[in-house]
């Protein structure tokens, strides 16, 4: 028995004259994120996308389960195929419907006849297939309201497709479809949801991490891998750019003020990554501070730190608060590794009493107290570089 998976486009369907671009960014992601699971051929019409397995040695389950967390995906199921032809539709859709009947009370049935030569009308199509649905699994009742089940015939171009269980898909528009960003990636709780939020709305994501040896471990560094290994499955491939910050860390803490440590900290880290950034033709930040959660995230601080760059910094966490940004890292299942005990660069030099309401004018004279343009330029041309996804 034939089976395929039907996709329906979220948010795509809503654009205009340059939807096609994004549903070719779509099934251009579909086909990276399905290698691996099988030989597919992904195709498009009548405003769904269909994903054929070539043979059996396709692996529908896993393929379903990489679908699920593909940006640009309303919904999707899994479709019997058949002819259009009522003997056979009927025939195949009794035995494929038996996992999700047996275990149900009610159902219904709904048809979607797009091809009009079909010699059954939709109405028809419901009654007869409800018919012999009754007669083989008579332990089942009709709720046309509130049903357990409800069975979809739809009748397309292409074939007859029979199916009954719709799965939430991602949401959001395809990865690549809005450009690239920087993301600084700490290895907390907040940067990888704020990273799966952008990528959400399109954007290929480079995460930059600032490493501290030998203040900070290799787990860290492993740590931060193991987050980017699991956004890759929703944001596709993704480079990581492991920034060496120790010497620029011991020289804030040997000559600044230590109440302005974290301020100056969050500032070299911008200009950094805004080098690494361009580098990477990415066109803004994007960082996982949210407002008031920590000292360096008042809004004098972000003032303090916005400023030493000048490309766009996006905070996608900026009001949402603690609650919201775990249950999220829970969804992505990023919170288990965030919460390892490995600590990174910004926990090393934390202040005992750090400065809550800086003042940019004090920030700079308390920069004044060494040059870090040589120290900037050898963190950039010394990074390393891992490719992840």
């Known amino acids: 028995?034939?089976?395929?998976?039907?996709?329906?486009?979220?948010?795509?369907?809503?654009?205009?004259?340059?939807?096609?671009?994004?549903?070719?960014?779509?099934?251009?992601?579909?086909?990276?994120?399905?290698?691996?699971?099988?030989?597919?051929?992904?195709?498009?019409?009548?405003?769904?996308?269909?994903?054929?397995?070539?043979?059996?040695?396709?692996?529908?389950?896993?393929?379903?389960?990489?679908?699920?967390?593909?940006?640009?995906?309303?919904?999707?199921?899994?479709?019997?195929?058949?002819?259009?032809?009522?003997?056979?539709?009927?025939?195949?859709?009794?035995?494929?419907?038996?996992?999700?009947?047996?275990?149900?009370?009610?159902?219904?049935?709904?048809?979607?006849?797009?091809?009009?030569?079909?010699?059954?009308?939709?109405?028809e199509i419901c009654m007869e297939m409800g018919g012999e649905l009754l007669e083989a699994y008579p332990h089942l009742s009709v709720d046309v309201h509130n049903p357990d089940v409800t069975v979809i015939i739809e009748i397309r171009d292409f074939g007859a497709y029979i199916h009954a269980k719709q799965e939430n898909g991602a949401g959001g528009i395809p990865v690549g479809s809005g450009g690239?960003?920087?993301?600084?990636?700490?290895?907390?709780?907040?940067?990888?949801?704020?990273?799966?939020?952008?990528?959400?709305?399109?954007?290929?994501?480079?995460?930059?991490?600032?490493a501290a040896p030998p203040y900070t471990s290799e787990r860290a560094k492993l740590k931060v891998i193991t987050l980017c290994e699991k956004m890759s499955e929703y944001c596709g491939r993704i480079k990581l750019i492991v920034v060496p910050f120790t010497e620029i860390q011991e020289?804030?803490?040997?000559?600044?003020?230590?109440?302005?440590?974290?301020?100056?900290?969050?500032?070299?880290?911008?200009?950094?990554?805004?080098?690494?950034?361009?580098?990477?033709?990415?066109?803004?930040?994007?960082?996982?501070?949210?407002?008031?959660?920590?000292?360096?995230?008042?809004?004098?601080?972000?003032?303090?730190?916005?400023?030493?760059?000048?490309?766009?910094?996006?905070?996608?966490?900026?009001?949402?608060?603690?609650?919201?940004i775990i249950r999220i890292s829970r969804k992505i299942d990023t919170f288990e590794t965030s919460i390892l005990p490995y600590e990174d660069c910004c926990t090393v030099f934390t202040p005992r009493h750090p400065k809550t309401k800086p003042r940019l004018n004090d920030v700079l004279h308390a920069e004044e107290a060494f040059d870090a343009s040589e120290m900037i330029e050898t963190c950039v041309n010394n990074v390393e570089v891992i490719n992840i996804g």
């Open 1 to 123: 028995m034939k089976e395929v998976i039907l996709i329906k486009n979220g948010e795509i369907a809503l654009k205009g004259l340059n939807r096609s671009t994004f549903e070719e960014i779509l099934i251009k992601n579909l086909k990276k994120r399905l290698n691996g699971s099988g030989r597919f051929k992904i195709s498009r019409a009548q405003s769904t996308i269909y994903c054929e397995p070539f043979d059996e040695s396709c692996d529908l389950d896993e393929a379903a389960e990489k679908i699920s967390k593909v940006f640009g995906i309303a919904a999707f199921t899994r479709a019997c195929v058949a002819e259009k032809d009522w003997n056979d539709i009927k025939s195949k859709a009794v035995p494929y419907l038996k996992d999700v009947l047996e275990d149900a009370k009610t159902f219904k049935v709904e048809a979607k006849r797009s091809d009009k030569n079909f010699s059954m009308k939709s109405p």
């Open 180 to 210: 690239r960003a920087a993301l600084l990636t700490s290895g907390g709780i907040d940067s990888p949801v704020a990273g799966w939020m952008m990528a959400k709305r399109g954007l290929e994501i480079t995460a930059i991490h600032f």
């Open 251 to 324: 020289n804030i803490r040997e000559k600044c003020p230590e109440e302005y440590f974290t301020i100056i900290m969050r500032r070299y880290m911008m200009k950094i990554a805004e080098k690494i950034a361009q580098n990477e033709k990415c066109k803004a930040l994007i960082t996982g501070e949210s407002l008031g959660q920590v000292a360096s995230q008042t809004l004098g601080a972000l003032a303090c730190t916005d400023v030493a760059c000048e490309m766009p910094v996006l905070r996608p966490l900026i009001g949402m608060d603690k609650e919201e």
